[in-house]
């Protein structure tokens, strides 16, 4: 019993020393308190005296006070404010039989340790309650409040685009799956592209389903074919993407097809796959035999470099299917985030889909060129890139840009008129023109690292003036804008409002920035109350560095201290994008709810880091050495995790993941990622929930298997189906699961072998509908990597 005193004594200092550094930030006095109260309790304890122990039995009866006073019945915020003083309790407790004058001392514990217990149950389930999921509203059914898909597939057979159509609704008209079934939804088959994607590359496709046949691409980029019942190989074709042109935050998401018209389907390349490489190709092959399509360019490839004045290999990739419109491949790239302003152009090109003739060329610093730059020159470095999946409307022959940043994504002073007019906004592109027919822009001088990541989706809306054809935007910022997609002009109000000013750059920042009336995904902004952990301890510290950054809310500036960006630049909504359910009416978005803590820091101490861009001789000799110790060459960083952004004054440390510690646990409280409905007339949210559990998470990186919602980060999207049902997996929890799309609740899951960082797809086959997910995992998300496309179905005969 003395080292339980010493124990609690020594716990008690640290939260002195630690609560009076909080108090002198600001903060809350609770552990200063605390820590002094559990210093002459644990003093006692070890001198076995029963006063110590009853003296934290008043210290932990104040605790709870005090926890259910500034987080109420929230229980993920109960968590660290009375788990790990409940353990102790119980301890002390326990200790009675052993303290000086104690007689009667076993039974007092006995009936100490069977009180906590009956109270601990009756709060558990209360808190339980307090803290369930519930339908605000109800569902919209079937057929009623519905809103119509400009590009609807009438059989809805099939998957012919990333989006699931041109419009990217990510929904199936498929119902042979239902809420009532899926239960018994099973494995149908499995296939191992044979690329695990390592610390550099990443499997994040979404297949296409034309036909009889799945098509997809591996974390290299090598092209598959597959037969839609069985799984198996049909043809397979390797571009031969070299290791050194992989950056190491890149993805193969997906890929395009099309079809020539008017010409014989037996004709070689007349239905042909277009895939986007991580070196910067566009190669097309035969959707039969794999074959490349010998009139596209040289031996069916062209580049998309060309023009851009040779970029060092891994600065430019394709990581998103391209889109095809009128004929026209229309593909933006991406270009490695961090690395320096002068990068390489953000130039968005449009290929001939038959001969890959470059048909046009957006340089918006250049309107004056529509296709290759005068020889001599490039296409203007640092602009804003699309390294996202556009939208295609092919009745209107508009391609929906959800645009980038310019290079140096933390600074804005160098960013030229064009640029800041572009930036972090959607572009309507003329595909006949290769002019921008509009732009809406949501972030003014972004220097969040904002830019639009998700896909927009096209919906035709019935109005009192019947139906408008309108485009739905997500953001990172969580923000969903309605526009009319002919014009661009909001169909829901967008509010401008005063936003937060200064940072080290103060005439930059825009006095006020576009809010959406319309939604948002975005929660309130943090307080100090919103700090997490595992115990008051590293909850203490995380307040700490909490009070001792720079914080105004959202659109806090950036600074050379420690800041905080909340949203983080994870959304939000990112590149899953939302899918839309238009029988119903309904938007489904998955979101993250995480805070950033960075700091820009000042060039000279940034060189001292050793924080070099890839292309420069000093990253490279690193890579060489790492390489021949056998190290890994996508961390051969030196010190810290910052980015040069070499060109302004100002490398940047970007903590995405903001932990405590000493636990690896996230500082912000849960839950760090939800799903919602939304109903798409009205904005409002029909329910929200956590979304991913925390079976992979836990305290020192040790995957707890909890199945408890959690809410965790997540990357990828949904498919929506008529069934009712919701299919996604993204989280961290390596989990597919199908959600009621009316209540909420998860009706099916299922353990993937490896983390399901993808968007999911529906189809049919020989009047069997299935469930295709790839199960790659993410290094980002640290999840398990894998090479797997795993088809699920109803048992034959039970459909």
């Known amino acids: ?44 304890l070890a001198l076995l005296r029963a006063a110590g122990a009853w003296l934290y039995i008043l210290i932990f009866i104040g605790t709870v006070i005090w926890a259910l006073w500034e987080v109420g019945l929230n229980g993920w915020a109960l968590v660290p404010r009375v788990i790990a003083p409940l353990v102790l309790l119980i301890l002390v407790v326990l200790s009675f039989p052993a303290l000086k004058r104690e007689g ?163 004709q070689p390349c007349a239905m042909r796959i277009i895939e986007g490489t991580l070196d910067g190709r566009l190669v097309a092959v ?248 595992m115990s008051p301890i590293d909850q203490m510290f995380c307040r700490i560095q909490f009070r001792q950054a720079s914080y105004e809310g959202y659109f806090t500036p950036p600074t050379t201290q420690y800041y905080i960006e909340y949203p983080g630049y994870n959304g939000g909504s990112d590149w899953g994008g939302v899918a839309v359910d238009p029988a119903r009416g309904l938007i489904v978005a998955n979101y993250n709810d995480m805070p950033n803590h960075n700091r820009l820091v000042p060039r000279a101490e940034a060189d001292r880091l050793g924080w070099f861009p890839r292309d420069d001789p000093r990253y490279i000799e690193r890579e060489k050495e790492a390489a021949n110790r056998g190290g890994d060459l996508s961390k051969s960083k030196a010190e810290g995790a910052g980015d040069p952004q070499i060109g302004v004054p100002y490398a940047i440390d970007v903590n995405a993941g903001w932990r405590v510690k000493f636990t690896g646990l996230l500082c912000k409280q849960p839950p760090y990622g939800g799903i919602r409905t939304i109903d798409l007339k009205t904005g409002r949210t029909l329910w929200d929930r956590p979304f991913g559990t925390a079976r992979k998470n836990g305290p020192f990186g040790i995957p707890s298997m909890l199945p408890v919602e959690i809410g965790t980060p997540n990357n990828g999207g949904s498919a929506v189906t008529a069934g009712g049902l919701i299919f996604i997996a993204a989280a961290t929890d390596d989990l597919i699961r199908a959600i009621d799309i009316e209540t909420g609740k998860t009706v099916w899951s299922d353990v993937l072998p490896a983390g399901g960082q993808a968007n999911p797809m529906i189809y049919e086959q020989n009047g069997r509908q299935y469930l295709v997910i790839m199960a790659g995992g993410h290094h980002f998300m640290e999840t398990r990597e894998g090479d797997y496309v795993i088809a699920y179905a109803l048992p034959e005969g039970r459909a």
Request: glycine content about 14%; proline content about 7%.
């Open 104 to 266: 009667g001392g076993g039974k007092l514990a006995l009936g100490g340790i069977g009180l906590i217990l009956v109270l601990g149950l009756i709060s558990g389930f209360v808190v339980a309650q307090a803290n369930r999921a519930r339908v605000d509203s109800p569902v919209p059914a079937m057929g009623r409040g519905g809103i119509g898909d400009p590009a609807m597939i009438k059989t809805g057979a099939d998957w012919p685009a990333w989006g699931g159509t041109d419009s990217g609704q990510r929904y199936s008209p498929l119902s042979q799956i239902n809420k009532d079934n899926v239960k018994g939804l099973k494995r149908a088959w499995t296939f191992r592209t044979g690329d695990l994607p390592g610390e550099r590359w990443g499997a994040e496709t979404t297949p296409l389903k034309i036909g009889d046949t799945l098509y997809l691409c591996s974390g290299r980029n090598r092209l598959f074919a597959l037969d839609a019942t069985t799984g198996k190989q049909k043809w397979t074709y390797d571009p031969k993407v070299a290791d050194d042109q992989i950056p190491y935050t890149a993805a193969c998401r997906g890929v395009s097809y099309f079809a020539q018209p008017n010409v014989d389907a037996a």
């Open 286 to 533: 035969d959707a039969r035999t794999g074959v490349p399509c010998a009139g596209f360019g040289t031996n069916g490839a062209v580049s998309i470099k060309t023009g851009m004045g040779d970029p060092y290999p891994g600065m430019v990739s394709i990581t998103s299917a391209p889109v095809i419109v009128r004929g026209v491949v229309v593909t933006g790239h991406q270009v490695l985030d961090g690395q320096k302003r002068w990068n390489a152009s953000g130039v968005i090109q449009g290929f001939d889909a038959v001969t890959g003739q470059l048909r046009f060329a957006w340089d918006m610093m250049r309107p004056d060129i529509t296709a290759l730059p005068p020889e001599g020159q490039t296409y203007t470095p640092g602009t804003p890139n699309m390294w996202t999946t556009a939208t295609a409307d092919e009745a209107q022959g508009l391609v929906f840009l959800p645009m980038g940043n310019s290079s140096a994504d933390y600074y804005s002073g160098l960013r030229r008129p064009a640029e800041n007019e572009y930036s972090t906004s959607l572009v309507a592109l003329d595909v006949t023109t290769g002019k921008p027919r509009w732009h809406f822009q949501t972030v003014r001088k972004d220097v969040w690292d904002y830019d639009l990541g998700s896909q927009a989706t096209l919906v035709d809306m019935p109005t009192a003036a019947g139906l408008i054809p309108a485009v739905v935007l997500p953001s990172k910022q969580g923000d969903i804008y309605i526009l009319d997609r002919r014009t661009g002009q909001p169909l829901h109000k967008v509010e401008e409002r005063r936003v937060p000013q200064g940072g080290v750059e103060p005439s930059q920042r825009s006095p006020t920035q576009p809010f959406s009336l319309f939604h948002t995904l975005r929660k309130p902004d943090l307080t100090e109350r919103d700090m997490w952990g």
């Open 1 to 44: 019993m003395r080292l339980l005193g010493v124990v609690i004594a020594l716990i008690g200092l640290t939260l002195t020393i630690g609560g009076g550094q909080l108090i002198m930030l600001g903060g809350s006095p609770y552990y200063l308190i605390v820590g002094l109260l559990m210093i002459v309790a644990g003093g006692l």
